[in-house]
């Protein structure tokens, strides 16, 4: 498990950067993988998944408009994030 503040330095596109499309992708992604590790412990665990959902759902948006606006950036977290696109 990944902190937030390894996960900002991994991918922040400054040296004072925190809340680029880069780094809320990078966020969101150790979210999604945190709880869905804690899924496989509480399976009826109902409200945790709607806020997996939500979170899934927002990452797609962000990679949706990192892709259209700077596609190089999006290759670039796809390979360092190591998500299937």
Known sequence: ???KKNI???????????????VQIGILSEKIKNLSEH???FKKDKHSTRGLTKSVNRRKKLLQYLSKNNPKAYSD????????K
């Open 39 to 41: 899924f496989k412990k």
């Open 8 to 22: 900002i330095k991994l991918l922040a596109t400054h040296k004072d950067d925190v809340g680029s499309t880069e």
């Open 77 to 84: 977290i796809i390979k360092k994030l190591n998500l299937r």
């Open 1 to 3: 498990m990944k902190s």
